[in-house]
């Protein structure tokens, strides 16, 4: 039986994962993903949430996690973006390196 | 003036000299006439108020008033500051100020030349204002303020020419030897104040020297002599004017005093503050009658000092010595009339002998003026010639100084004499010998000034008026001053309730022998023939080591160098090894804790302060600085790292909470 702390701890697993991928990777795109790592454990929280709670015939959790979805994606994208206007500035992928506000 | 009280009169007496003295302080030194003008007024003032303050004592002789004011209040016992006026003071503010006008007056000219004359004054007017006060006050402690004051003025002025040598040394023997005497005066003050419980003489029955203090001291006992406390008090008293007074044997101060300009010699060691000891005396006295003993003392004493100062006067050759010592035999003279007479007898040779012994010495002063600085009797000579007008003051003086009929000291000295044959037959005879010793000795001086040629080469000439015309004053009053208060009452107005001593006509035809007889004497040694220069002493050849012992003041300043000065000396010697001891002590102690401050300043200023201390602190501020500058890199990952740590560490402390219920 799959009970509402299984998605609860593998939701925390997976922004552990996320995290400690953000906190400790240098590549650029590779922090990202653990952002995107991130999110995606917390979209599980909310459908977690909504499917074991009270109110079943409301879709505010499913809603919410659509919405995160797709603000995730926007993200993604400029994020992206960002990455590689920043790889093109400092010609490297790592973020150790990008420690300057200016030239 | 007659709603002021006449406390305030008296008390406002001294303040006159005073300001003006302190007014002279501030001139320049060359301002001589300003001050001698200044000098005058305020002595001037005094006289007035003085005068009137005698007219109103002399209105009402049992008068005695005193006011003051208290200045320390010590446990249960008040020091205060009074002052009084009676008979004594009355007569003493009098006389003060009336001599001393005259003499400030007489000094103007005489010092006219001196380029110190501002400061002349104003230590004239310090010793005014000293005396006065002096004379006034009503507390032993006031008194002893101004004895001091006056002991300090005179100390000025002896050695106011302090560029010479012997004017130098003159000052400081006559301050150490009269603060010898005053020492003893202090004790006494001490001792008064211990068992008197008070310092005030005269206090609403209470004072020292009323009735009821004077029985309760004269009842205790004192340890030594078996005395009573009045009795050491009054010794004690005595020893304090014994040095001020000049009397044996803490006279030789007095003539070496004569090294001060002649008006200081006539106001100061002539007229007035030698005469302190004496007006102590007189003011003291009810403590003294406590204790016959005492009295006997101060006879002999003052009895053995007229003598002895009156035959060593004989073998001196100095104009102003022997003048000098004819002064301590006087106040040996008055000391004696106290000593068996009373206060009457004492005071009243006091106030006369202010005037003819003031006159003698300003009109010596007028003869070496005239004479060029010249003080050597044997060098002088034919003076009557040359200042005619000083040679009859001189005169005048000489008459009433030698007890001769109807002169001042004719009058005094009998009493005296009188009192002394009623009461103690052997200091009658000091006296007549020592008056005789007076007449000798002034014949003497006579014979060797005024007659024949000048036996220098300097040409005599009439000093001007304004140092003459004190003298003339003066000359009158020598000779009419002792007659017209004798026979207005004098002896009943200084001490109410004098009752003469029977007259004796003895002692009368005494006085009159030995004061005739003395000049004849002088005459037949000295005055038959003119005495040319360069001859020895007549004396000097009959009996040549009784000569030589007068002339050398009997060994007095030789006997003190050899005993006194010796121990002295080699106390001296004594402490200045003594210094070089605690020198030499000192100097180590002072090296050893200079290289231990050294080593601490080394090690606890640069080691624990500078380089623990401020360094360290330093450091340690700086490391945790650089520190905190590593966790503000710029590295994003770094920040997301705190605040990942910030949130879990949230998150424990949310966790722990909600165990802990």
Known sequence: MVTLQHYLILSAVLFSIGLLGVLTRRHAVIVLIGIEIMLNAANLNLIAFWRFGPHLENFEGLLFTLFSIAVAAAEASVGLALVIAVYRHFKTPDVEKMNTLRE | ?661
């Open chain 2, 1 to 661: 003036m007659p709603d002021i009280h006449p406390i305030y009169l008296v008390a406002a007496i001294p303040l006159f000299p005073l300001a003006m003295s302190l007014v002279i302080a501030l001139l320049k030194p060359t301002r001589g006439r300003a001050a001698s003008f200044l000098a005058l007024l305020g002595l001037g003032v005094s006289l007035v108020l003085s005068l009137y303050v005698l007219k109103l004592s002399l209105q009402e002789p049992g008068l005695v008033q005193t006011g003051g004011f208290p200045w320390i209040q010590l446990g249960p016992l008040p020091v205060d500051f009074s002052v009084i006026i009676d008979p004594l003071s009355a007569s003493m503010l009098a006389m003060v100020t009336f001599i001393g006008f005259l003499i400030f007056f007489y000094s103007g000219s005489y010092m006219a030349d001196d380029p110190d004359c501002a400061r002349f004054f104003g230590y004239l007017s310090l010793f005014a204002a000293g005396m006065l006060g002096l004379v006034i006050s009503n507390s032993l402690l006031l008194l002893f303020m101004c004895w001091e004051i006056v002991g300090l003025a005179s100390y000025l002025l002896i050695g106011f020419w302090y560029q010479k040598p012997a004017a130098a040394a003159a000052a400081k023997k006559a301050f150490i030897t009269t603060r010898i005497g005053d020492l003893f005066l202090f004790i006494g003050l001490l001792w008064a104040f211990k068992d008197g419980g008070t310092l005030l003489f005269y206090y609403h029955g209470n004072g020292l020297l009323e009735p009821g203090r004077v029985a309760w001291l004269a009842g205790i006992p004192a340890p030594v002599f078996g005395l009573s406390v009045a009795g050491v008090i009054s010794l004690l008293i005595f020893a304090g004017a014994v040095g001020k007074s000049g009397q044996f044997p803490l006279h030789v101060w007095l003539p070496d005093a004569m090294e001060g300009p002649t008006p200081v010699s006539a106001l100061i060691h002539a007229a007035t503050m030698v005469a302190a000891g004496v007006f102590l005396v007189a003011r003291t006295y009810p403590l003294f009658v406590a204790d016959p003993a005492v009295l006997t003392v101060v006879a002999w004493v003052g009895g053995f000092t007229a003598l002895f100062a009156g035959l060593v006067a004989v073998a001196q050759n100095d104009l102003k010595r022997i003048l000098a010592y004819s002064t301590v035999s006087q106040l040996g003279m008055m000391m004696l009339g106290l000593g068996v007479g009373g206060v009457g007898a004492g005071m009243f040779h006091l106030l006369s002998h202010a005037f003819f012994k003031a006159l003698l010495f300003l009109a010596a002063g007028s003869i070496i003026h005239g004479c060029h600085g010249e003080q050597d009797i044997r060098k002088l000579g034919g003076v009557a010639r040359s200042m005619p007008l000083t040679t009859v003051c001189y005169l005048c003086g000489t008459f009433a100084l030698c007890a001769l009929p109807f002169g001042s000291g004719y009058f005094s000295k009998d009493e005296i004499l009188l009192a002394a044959w009623h009461n103690n037959p052997g200091v009658f005879v000091l006296g007549a010998a020592a008056a005789f010793c007076t007449s000798f000795y002034m014949t003497r001086q006579l014979c060797y000034v005024f007659p024949g040629n000048h036996r220098s080469h300097a040409h005599p000439h009439e000093s001007p008026w304004r140092i003459t015309a004190p003298l003339v004053v003066l000359s009158l009053f020598a000779l009419a001053f002792g007659g017209l208060a004798r026979h207005w009452g004098i002896l009943e107005y200084l001490e109410p309730g004098f009752h003469a001593p029977e007259h004796s006509s003895l002692v009368m035809a005494v006085g009159l022998a030995v004061a005739l007889g003395g000049i004849l004497a002088g005459w037949l040694v000295y005055g038959r023939r003119a005495l040319p220069v360069g001859e020895p002493d007549a004396v000097a050849v009959t009996l040549p080591p009784v000569y030589r012992f007068l002339e050398n003041r009997a060994w007095m300043d030789e006997l003190y160098m050899a005993t006194v000065g010796r121990i002295w000396g080699a106390l001296a010697a004594l402490a200045v090894v003594a210094d070089l001891a605690l020198n030499a002590v000192t100097d180590w102690t002072v090296l050893s804790i200079q290289n231990l401050s050294r080593t601490l300043a080394i090690y606890s200023d640069r080691v624990l302060i500078d380089q623990w201390g401020f360094d360290g602190l330093c450091r340690a501020v700086r490391g945790a600085g650089f520190l905190s500058t590593r966790a503000q890199n710029g590295q994003l990952q770094g920040y997301l790292r705190f605040i990942t740590l910030g949130a879990v560490a949230l998150g424990l402390l949310l966790g722990w909470a909600l165990l802990r219920g």
